[in-house]
């Protein structure tokens, strides 16, 4: 009884917050537009059966019609991939720099890492936009420096969406790698060196082959949001910048069409799903390799 | 025994294959090794005994090249290793935490150092069998370190430090995790890899029972100072310090003042209104010099009765008992209130023990049971 009062919570906190919402957002999916209060049609006020009678998964059909959807999809993906790989790029050697640290200076480095989140995440992004802009202060920067003679365009491009999304989700980036390469074995890397490796083959072939799990995590922490992203883009990035998480915004509160942008959503829920269950069998991998 | 004949550190004109010269190292204001020389030569197991802290794994990594000498110079077969980087040394180094690559199974594990050579596939496979083979792990291959016990991580940290064949094997206290029964086993089975390949070990130990056991010679450092370098028979028979008599074994310790009674024979006076005890010495002590005698507890005799002929006997009372199985130590205090430790072999069963608690005892040894030492 204890037991089942123990797991009773957490299911309860998804029943109500995650798989409730779904099949609400699901069922306006299966709906079709209406000019009413709420917007869709049809409700539960003619009864049961004349309410399953009038769903059907049109939503989803239109959404092959439309070129825009997948092209919006396939853009956050590529977006999505390739600021994952510049996060670990920039995460990596920062986390590296943090385990290889002094003992007293860690605490310190690992509040830095974590002090953006004191701010709100709309102010840091707008900030992004004092900063790149024509006369922000990058390009002011470069020009005082004779870097270059005219202001670069950096807002509203996509290169505006990559630095927003590095900089948001670099952190959940630095955490996991700072905690896989913090448990190493320093002595690791002297038995390495001892048989004969260099310092970057010890680092090829022990360090990097040893954060393998928090890579993993840190990829999928940072690629999982950053699919759905709808602020960074919609702030940073111009009308050249699609993705799917602005095209759900628009369909929502543009277009007023919810029962398509419920359609939007359900997909990109289903395309979610699939890192989401490879991040869980890389921690649950990890968990087992620590017992 | 073997290692009777095997003494290159008697000859003078053997090349050391390690030496020492001078060597200080210091961490910050800290003197981890203090103005050390020492020899080691081809093909022995050196022992490095102490207390931790002692400085004896700083000269183990300096040897292996994590370390540099603050001063000095270490050479190795006659060049100087000091701007030799670890991977490019002929020495390998067993770690104390064994330092197994998690992400590789044993058989990648002893690969791991002949991979980095250019050595051909073939000839890696056959050495890795080969290892997987001397320490008897062949069924073991393709486990990862996590999925074998800890007596076999010892062994595939061994095979794979030995792989490389270097000229100079490191082991750090590589026994410590073992238990008991394991360790002895163990200790053996490390003799007689090192016979097998003719390498030169050197071990780090805080074991002196490890140490006696495997070493060609012992070196017992305190403090970043080697004070004694000696085949084990002699650092436990001829300590030449009280130092390391107390750090090997057991001993009682005795002080006094010397006088000498003739042909490196002294006299000691211990305490007052007690007969002086006799030792003999090769180490000259003058008149009145203060002195300690060191006496090993099994060298002690005990008896009811004053023996006859006895260099020393002193009479005390037995205070304490500590069965040990196969010995019994007997606690007895002697006059000036000194409890001396005697030891004597169980031949008897316990019941039939001859003395008890409380039993008015005469201790006894002979001349040369005892050494005379100065300080």
């Known amino acids: 009884m204890q037991r089942f009062a123990l797991i009773f919570v957490p299911y309860a906190w998804l029943l109500a917050l995650f798989l409730v919402p779904f099949i609400i957002v699901f069922k306006i999916s299966l709906s079709d537009i209406a000019l009413s209060i709420p917007p869709y049609t049809p409700t539960f006020d003619n009864g049961l059966a004349a309410f399953f009678a009038e769903l059907d998964f049109e939503n989803f059909e239109f959404l092959t019609t439309d070129d825009l959807y997948w092209k919006a999809y396939l853009s956050s993906l590529r977006i999505a991939v390739i600021s994952t790989v510049l996060t670990l790029f920039v995460g990596y050697p920062i986390a590296y720099a943090m385990a290889r640290a002094p003992e007293e200076w860690r605490p310190t480095l690992m509040m830095l890492v974590i002090l953006p989140f004191w701010t709100s995440f709309l102010i840091r992004v707008y900030a992004w936009m004092g900063i790149l802009s024509q006369e922000g202060f990058l390009n002011q920067f470069l020009l005082w420096l004779g870097l270059i003679d005219t202001p670069l365009i950096i807002l509203n491009t996509t290169s505006a969406v990559y630095i927003g999304i590095v900089y948001t989700y670099l952190p959940f980036m630095i955490l996991p790698i700072y905690a896989a390469l913090d448990r190493l074995d320093g002595s690791l890397i002297e038995a390495a060196e001892d048989l004969g490796c260099s310092r970057l083959q010890a680092f090829w072939l022990v360090t990097v082959p040893l954060s393998k799990n928090g890579i993993v995590a840190g990829s999928f922490l940072v690629f999982i949001p950053a699919l759905g992203e709808f602020v960074i883009p919609s702030l940073l990035g111009g009308s050249g910048t699609l993705m799917i998480g602005k095209v759900l915004w628009e369909e929502f509160f543009n277009n007023r069409d919810w029962p398509v942008a419920s359609a939007v959503a359900v997909i990109l829920l289903l395309i979610l799903i699939i890192p989401i269950v490879l991040f869980q069998r890389n921690q649950q991998k990890q968990a087992e390799a620590d017992a | ?375």
């Not at chain 2, 057991?250 to 209104?273: F, H, L, M, P």
């Not at chain 2, 507890?297 to 205070?319: C, F, H, L, T, Y």
């Open chain 2, 1 to 375: 025994m073997a290692q009777n004949e095997f003494a290159p550190w008697d000859d003078p004109n053997e090349k050391p294959l390690i030496s020492f010269r001078n060597v200080t190292k210091s961490f910050g204001s800290f003197v981890a090794i203090d103005d050390l020389t020492l020899d080691i030569y081809a093909q022995e197991f050196f022992a490095l005994l102490g207390p931790s802290g002692c400085g004896k794994t700083t000269m183990m990594r300096m040897l292996a090249g994590f370390e540099a000498p603050t001063k000095g110079v270490i050479e190795l077969a006659g060049k100087d290793i000091a701007p030799v980087p670890p991977n490019k040394r002929a020495v390998n180094m067993m770690f104390q935490s064994y330092a197994l690559f998690p992400h590789l199974s044993v058989f990648e594990n002893i690969a791991f150092g002949l991979r980095r050579g250019d050595m051909p596939k073939n000839d890696i496979n056959d050495r890795v069998e080969e290892m997987l083979k001397l320490v008897r792990l062949e069924k073991f291959a393709q486990r990862k370190p996590h999925q074998i016990s800890g007596g076999q991580r010892q062994r595939v940290a061994l095979a794979r430090s030995l792989a490389k064949a270097p000229k100079l094997l490191l082991l750090d206290e590589p026994l410590g995790a073992l238990d008991a029964k394991l360790r002895q086993a163990t200790q053996f089975e490390l003799m007689d890899i090192q016979e097998k390949t003719g390498t030169t070990f050197v071990i780090v130990t805080h074991d002196q029972e490890e140490a006696m056991t495997v070493a060609s010679r012992v070196a017992v450092m305190d403090e970043g100072k080697v004070i004694q370098v000696a085949t084990p028979e002699r650092i436990y028979e001829a300590p030449n310090s009280v130092y390391v008599a107390d750090f090997i074994g057991d001993v009682n310790i005795i002080s006094g003042t010397a006088k000498q009674v003739g042909e490196g024979r002294y006299s000691v006076n211990w305490t007052e209104g007690q007969a002086p005890l006799t030792a003999a010495s090769e180490r000259p002590f003058s008149d009145g010099q203060a002195c300690h005698v060191a006496i090993r507890p099994e060298k002690i005799a005990i008896s009811a009765e004053r023996p006859a002929e006895a260099d020393n006997a002193v009479q005390g009372k037995i205070v304490d008992i500590a069965y040990l199985g196969n010995l019994s130590t007997y606690y007895v205090e002697i006059p000036g209130g000194q409890v001396i430790k005697a030891q004597s072999a169980n031949t008897r069963r316990i019941s039939r023990r001859t003395f008890t608690w409380e039993d008015p005892v005469w201790i006894s040894w002979t001349a040369t049971a005892g050494v005379l030492l100065d300080q």
